[in-house]
Nanobody
Framework: QVQLVESGGGLVQAGGSLRLSCAASGRTFSRYAMGWFRQAPGKEREFVATINWTGGYTYYSDSVKGRFTISRDNAKNTVYLQMISLKPEDTAVYYC?????????????????WGQGTQVTVSS
């Protein structure tokens, strides 16, 4: 139905920046709220950021607030996560997710579609 493909991950030094992209297939992308989650080794997958269907509302976890920015370009069927001032604690696999609804949500179980993940590694 909907396929999500993340890209832009890699290795960066602490204090550096990365921009993740999530390309979506499907005509209904513009009606889906989107989210970014991350999972570090041995830990639960956790919420990072979410954006509503128009891009007019965003919400972030406390751990990334002020450093990460989520945005979307519905014409390009793409959602982004701009990450600055990266810390080693940000090291994780980052996942893009879509829910079949317009409103932003923070819970994993609100999202139906998931990408394969992209690795972000922040060195000391």
């Amino acid at each position: 139905q909907v396929q999500l493909v993340e890209s832009g991950g890699g290795l960066v030094q602490a204090g550096g920046s990365l921009r993740l992209s999530c390309a979506a297939s499907g005509r209904t992308f513009s009606r889906y709220a989107m989210g970014w989650f991350r999972q570090a080794p041995g830990k639960e997958r956790e919420f990072v950021a979410t954006i509503n269907w128009t891009g007019g509302y965003t919400y972030y976890s406390d751990s990334v607030k002020g450093r990460f920015t989520i945005s979307r370009d519905n014409a390009k069927n793409t959602v982004y996560l701009q990450m600055i001032s990266l810390k080693p604690e940000d090291t994780a696999v980052y996942y893009c997710a879509a829910r079949e609804g317009a409103g932003a949500r923070v819970s994993r179980d609100e999202y139906f579609y998931w990408g394969q993940g992209t690795q972000v590694t922040v060195s000391s």
